[in-house]
């Protein structure tokens, strides 16, 4: 089983931006769709984007197209999440997460490897 380990959250003002980092050991992120999602407070974990390490196809949640870009770093087993423009709507908790696979929409089911998040906090 892969193991994950996320940085890069903090405390950054509406409009800046952030890069998240999910380093991968154990197993190679190439075999995984890896996954950020997020939780804020009172609320579930959502899906932010995917990244699939055979096809390096993406999805992105409505909520982030055109902000959030998500990459991967086959030689560092590195998964990224660069955050631009962001809202204090993102505030929230982000989980790296790595799927075998998934028919459909990406859900939190379908991943079965988790970091234990980093906290991006948007002042307004």
């Known amino acids: 089983q892969v193991q994950l380990v996320e940085s890069g959250g903090g405390l950054v003002q509406a409009g800046g931006s952030l890069r998240l980092s999910c380093a991968a050991s154990?197993?190679?992120?190439?075999?995984?769709?890896m996954g950020w999602f997020r939780q804020a407070p009172g609320k579930e974990r959502d899906i932010v984007a995917t990244l699939s390490g055979t096809s390096r196809s993406t999805y992105y949640a409505d909520s982030v197209k055109g902000r959030f870009t998500i990459s991967g770093d086959n030689a560092k087993n590195t998964v990224y999440l660069q955050m631009t423009n962001l809202k204090p709507e993102d505030t929230a908790v982000y989980y790296c997460?790595?799927?075998?696979?998934?028919?459909?929409?990406?859900?939190?089911?379908?991943?079965?490897?988790w970091g234990q998040g980093t906290q991006v906090t948007v002042s307004s």
């Open positions: 997460a790595a799927s075998s696979g998934f028919f459909g929409s990406p859900r939190v089911a379908d991943f079965g490897s």
């Open positions: 154990g197993r190679t992120i190439s075999n995984y769709v």
